[in-house]
Structures are given as C-alpha cells and as structure tokens.
C-alpha cells in the first residue's frame, strides 16, 4: 500500500487538493497557537511575539486559510455537480492550493520572525481566494435554472474577500479597526452562513437517502432568515453594539434549535450521519451564550463570558462538522465505504471535549493554561485522523474509478 502513494494524486481532484492541504494547515496552525500559549501560560520557553497580535493571527489563519481551504476543496467539488456542468479542469484548481498553501506558510513564517511572511501570506491567500472565484463565478450564469445554494455560498466567498481586503489593508498600516472588521468579517460574513447554507442543502439530503420515511424539511426562507440574522449580528458587532446583539442571537438560537429539532432522524441511523446532527447541536449552544452575554452587557455593563460563545462556535460547531462532513466526503469520493471509521469517532469525540475545555477556560482562574491545555488537545485529537486522510488522498481509490 505505502508503495502506491504518491503526490501527484493530489492533482487528480479539487477535494483531494484542498483537503490535504486542509489538513497540513490545521495542524501547523494549532502546532504554533498551541506553542504560543504555552509559552505565554508557563514562560517556560520563548516565543516570537509576532506584529499582529498573536490572538489576531490566530484568528485570520483560522478564518480565511485552514477553514477556507476545506471549503474551497467541497465548493470546487460540488458545484459543478449541483448544477449538471462539467468538472473543473486541473489547471482552475491548483493554483487555489498553491495560494492558500503558500498563504498559511508564509504567515506562519512571518509569526516565527520573518515579518514579511505577513504581507506574503496575505497576498498570496489572496490570489488563491481570487483564483477560486473566477473559476467558480461563471457557473452562475452558466447554469440553466438557478441554484440558489451556490449563490449563497458565493456571496459567503464574497464577504470573505472583503475580509481578505480588510487585512491586506491593517497588515499595510491601516488602522486596527481593519484587522478587527476582518476577523468579525471571517466569523459571520463568510464562515457561518457558508456552514449553514451547506447543512441546509445537504444535511437533509443526506438523511433522506438512508432513513426510510425521512422528509427532507429545508424551505427557502429558513436560510435567507438565517442570513440576514448574521448579517445583522455582524453589523451590530462592527458598530459595537454588544448589549444589542441578542436581537439577532436570540432568533438565531431559535431558528438554529428548529433546525436541531425539524431535521433530526428518529429511528436507527448510520454513525456518520448521527455525528453531522451532533455537530450542529452546538449551533443553538453558541447561540443561547452570545445571547446571554449581550444582555448582561445590556444590564451591567460587563462584557462576561469573554470568547466562550465564539469558542462554542468554531471549535463546538465548525469543528465537528468539519470532521464530520469531511470525512463522508473522503470516504465516497476515494471508492470507500461511507463509515466513521476509527481515527474520525476519536477525533470527533475528542473534539467535542477541547470544545468543552476551551469554553471553560474563560471561567478558569488560571485561563491561558487552559487554553494552552486546549490547544494541545486540538491536537491530539485531529492528529490521527489527519494521517489516515494524507493516506487516503495520496492513493489511488479504493474502487479504481478516477478522481
């Protein structure tokens, strides 16, 4: 089997591209965020304190480069599928990883001492991102009916580059309010109403092809409400209304619990699918605490509960359904079957307790121990399964057809 790895099977498909870049970029991000807070939590070693801020690198690499190249590798995947075209030829792909690859090694260079690295990476994140939306921008109007899935996630892409824009500007010397725009930008311009629109599509379909009896719930006007209460949670932020941000959270807490409780199979259900719906659980979670937090503010003036409530977004949310969505990719499109397997039950069970960990840090006395702690456990838990996807991206498939 090692003797049938080979790299230049990571060209054969977009997924197989961007996901295993996905993969590399997540675990070097953690590697230096997690030795970052180690140093600072225990002064033990000595780490490059970077210009950012380490908390906004963190941020920006997160967002727009490890997240981004998991969904630039499902979108370049799905979208000609979901509207009857033709694949992507290997030319209109490659140079998206070479960008957001390139991109995350340049800045995390630059977070270790090599100061241009930060102008590099966001440069060429930039022209991979870019790259990604002139290939995927003509099927819009290629398609012969409207598919409005893809529209919304490319109004995500959209907002996104913007974000991209925003720091591209601080990292020129703008001013701060830029890099925190685009970290705001990142979380609920690009980042959720991409995940949303995707469980609004697929989570449903995924459960009517394997639940006898299962209807399929997904209107419309669920997603467009979905949308305009992030856009409204993310104007509010930029402004800095915070006691006012229960006004969208609040309806989102009740929208996402809906959507929690409409799509849920009763019944036996495969594992795979059980971890999708376990995953968006965190939804309505994240959103019960940014409602609590807004209004506390509202009532007291303290800003409690510091970055729980987005801690339960990303690492709670984002973070299962990442694990799980990539991995019922990876499993169908490498001929295997569509099966948690082993490394995927660990790393998403050992996820849901760094979600656990890193919420609870903000409550801990000795805080940035705990958020080393977690950093640490990110780690250990996606570890195992990032190797057994590196394999399966550098072989053949299972079932011998192309791809």
């Not at 953690?30 to 963190?58: E, K, V």
């Not at 490890?66 to 209109?92: D, K, N, Q, Y």
């Not at 709670?316 to 995927?344: I, K, N, Y």
Request: with cysteine; charged share 10%.
């Amino acid at each position: 089997m090692a003797d049938a790895l080979s790299p230049r099977l990571l060209a054969r498909a977009p997924h197989r591209l961007m996901f295993f870049i996905g993969a590399s970029n997540v675990l070097l991000a953690m590697l230096w965020w997690a030795a970052w807070l180690a140093s600072s939590a225990t002064g033990r070693f000595a780490m490059p304190q970077p210009q950012p801020y380490a908390g906004w690198l963190h941020a920006f690499v997160m967002q727009y480069q490890m997240l981004a190249s998991f969904v630039f590798g499902f979108l370049l995947t799905v979208f000609p599928r979901w509207m009857g075209l033709h694949e992507f030829e290997r030319w209109r792909y490659a140079p998206v990883g070479v960008g957001l690859f390139g991109g995350q090694i340049a800045t995390l260079l630059g977070a270790m001492g090599w100061h241009a690295g930060i102008v590099v990476g966001v440069f060429m994140t930039l022209g991979g991102w870019i790259a990604a939306m002139v290939t995927l921008a003509p099927l819009l109007w290629r398609e012969r009916g409207t598919t409005w899935h893809a529209r919304s996630c490319f109004a995500a892409l959209s907002l996104g580059l913007l974000g991209l824009v925003a720091w591209a500007a601080f990292v020129l010397g703008a001013r701060p309010i830029w890099a925190f725009a685009s970290i705001k930008l990142g979380s609920f311009g690009l980042l959720l109403p991409m995940y949303l629109t995707v469980a609004h599509r697929m989570f449903p379909f995924f459960a009517g092809n394997v639940v006898p009896g299962y209807t399929p719930w997904r209107p419309l006007w669920i997603l467009g409400a979905l949308w305009a209460l992030a856009l409204l949670h993310l104007g509010m932020e930029l402004t800095h209304a915070y006691g006012w941000l229960w006004l969208a959270d609040v309806p989102l807490f009740v929208l996402a619990g809906t959507l929690c409780v409409r799509w849920w199979p009763s019944g036996p259900k495969p594992a795979l699918l059980t971890v999708l719906f376990l995953g968006l659980a965190w939804l309505p979670i994240a959103f019960l605490l940014y409602a609590t937090q807004s209004l506390a503010y509202l009532l007291t003036g303290i800003y409690q509960l510091g970055r729980a409530p987005a801690h339960a977004l990303f690492v709670g949310f984002f973070g299962s359904v990442l694990v799980a969505m990539v991995t019922r990719v990876t499993q169908g499109h490498s001929g295997r079957a569509l099966v948690m397997t082993p490394t995927a039950w660990f790393a998403f069970v050992a996820i849901q307790l760094v979600a656990l960990l890193r919420v609870g840090a903000e409550f801990a006395a000795d805080g940035m121990r705990w958020q080393a702690i977690a950093a640490i456990g990110w780690l250990v838990a996606l570890l195992p399964w990032v190797a057994r996807l590196g394999g399966i991206y550098l072989s053949p498939r299972k079932d011998g057809k192309p791809g």
